[in-house]
């Protein structure tokens, strides 16, 4: 529409070594704000992060105690499956205790 000004991209706040939830990775790529290629995010700035596949627990299914400790937890995927349990798309399992689950990522500065 003529006289209207876009909207300036927002460039993604991240923290070293945070958590980012994968659906938050997805929309800054579509937006613009950010490219990724693989396991590097570039944001429009410039500045670059490694991503490394991990999992936010979000809590127990079945809102029991918490026999392992891991709600509000960020664990690298790979570590969870070292630990013998069983991450499915909702949901990690290991031994009786279910957990709700968010995926995404710990994002590290790459241009430091």
Do not use: C, H, Q
Request: proline residues 7%; hydrophobic residues 40%; without cysteine.
């Amino acid at each position: 529409m003529p006289g209207t000004v876009p909207s300036p991209r927002t460039e993604p706040r991240i923290e070293t070594d945070t958590f980012v939830p994968e659906a938050t990775v997805e929309s800054w790529v579509r937006s613009g704000a950010a490219a990724r290629t693989g396991g590097l995010l570039v944001t429009s700035a410039g500045r670059r992060f490694l991503l490394r596949d991990a999992i936010r627990v979000l809590g127990r299914r079945n809102g029991d105690t918490d026999p392992y400790g891991f709600t509000g937890k960020v664990e690298p995927i790979r570590e969870l499956i070292r630990r013998g349990a069983n991450v499915s798309a909702d949901a990690l399992r290991l031994g009786p205790a279910v957990y709700d689950i968010e995926y995404g990522f710990v994002a590290v500065r790459a241009d430091d």
